[in-house]
């Protein structure tokens, strides 16, 4: 902030806040907090030190920055299976969130309960995606690796011709 003190040869001012939330510097540097929890607004006031009396003063509206988490932050499921997530909002009260999917494979629930689709034939990715109802442009998310089941073999024995064999190993 600049102030400008006019009338008198004594152009030094004093800063001050009201509320004391964060600092201003003796050059009106004015410096928030570290977190901001809630909404609020400081006045920064520049007083005349040749006249007290004479102020000057400016409103800074304080906004808290909103957070989102996922947890977990992956998974591997086969067909048909679950993976609750659960997303923690910070820096608001209103702590909803919207669950969507990239690419739309399996389906999410309003609770984040990810459900795998009922047949998975190629390994593939799948992001689960929180999205804060208190500001849409804050989002986090977990990565589904979705695995088909395993291919198994079964050795089968074949009798090429000549003398009855058995096996030894059953």
């Not at 947890?71 to 923690?88: D, E, G, I, K, R």
């Not at 910070?90 to 629930?109: C, K």
């Not at 990565?143 to 073999?153: D, H, N, S, Y």
């Amino acid at each position: 902030f600049t102030a400008t003190v006019t009338g008198t040869a004594n152009t030094a001012v004093t800063w001050s806040l009201s509320p004391a939330v964060g600092t201003v510097s003796a050059a009106g540097l004015y410096t928030a907090p570290g977190t901001v929890t809630i909404q609020q607004t400081v006045i920064v006031t520049a007083t005349s030190v040749a006249d007290p009396t004479k102020t000057g003063s400016a409103a800074v509206t304080l906004a808290p920055v909103v957070a989102v988490s996922v947890s977990p932050v992956a998974a591997t499921l086969n067909a048909s299976q679950s993976q609750q997530f659960t997303a923690t909002v910070t820096g608001t009260a209103n702590t909803a969130v919207t669950w969507s999917l990239s690419p739309a494979v399996g389906t999410v629930s309003a609770a984040g309960l990810y459900t795998a689709p009922g047949t998975v034939t190629i390994q593939q990715t799948v992001i689960v995606t929180a999205t804060s109802a208190a500001d849409p442009t804050k989002t986090a998310s977990g990565v589904v690796t979705l695995a088909p089941p395993p291919v198994v073999f079964t050795p089968i024995r074949v009798n090429a011709g000549g003398g009855a064999y058995t096996d030894p190993g059953g």
